[in-house]
């Protein structure tokens, strides 16, 4: 059984700092690329950030570019979203995802083109 387990979510104040991890169980994705999305209420899943199998490559939503950073750590199967100047408008439940693919990905930033997911983890910027 496959598991991505999402934390480190929770409330902060407008323009601090928040840092996501997400562990992956039950199969290795190191050679896989995966993601972060975000759901807010009543909207789609949305991009967040995404990085290669190994981490030369990055990707971001314009909306969080310059904010978020997006990692890896390969040895713990875990990758992390560092999350800086938080705004209101990035309150949402936030999605760890990876793709099947070893050594290749397909439309990086598309919601469709991860096979697993985690159960989110909510983030709540307060004005």
């Known amino acids: 059984q496959v598991h991505l387990v999402e934390s480190g979510g929770g409330l902060v104040q407008a323009g601090g700092s928040l840092r996501l991890s997400c562990a992956a169980s039950g199969r290795t994705f190191t050679t896989s690329a995966m993601g972060w999305f975000r759901q807010a209420p009543g909207e ?29 750590d390969n040895a713990k199967n875990t990758v992390y979203l560092q999350m800086n100047s938080l705004k209101p408008e990035d309150t949402a439940v936030y999605y760890c995802a990876a793709q099947s693919g070893t050594y290749y990905y397909t439309d990086i930033s598309g919601v469709r083109e991860y096979d697993y997911w985690g159960q989110g983890t909510q983030v709540t910027v307060s004005s």
Do not use: D, L
């Open 44 to 72: 789609e899943r949305q991009f967040v950030a995404a990085i290669t199998w190994n981490s030369r490559s990055t990707y971001y939503a314009t909306t969080v570019k310059g904010r978020f950073t997006i990692s890896r």
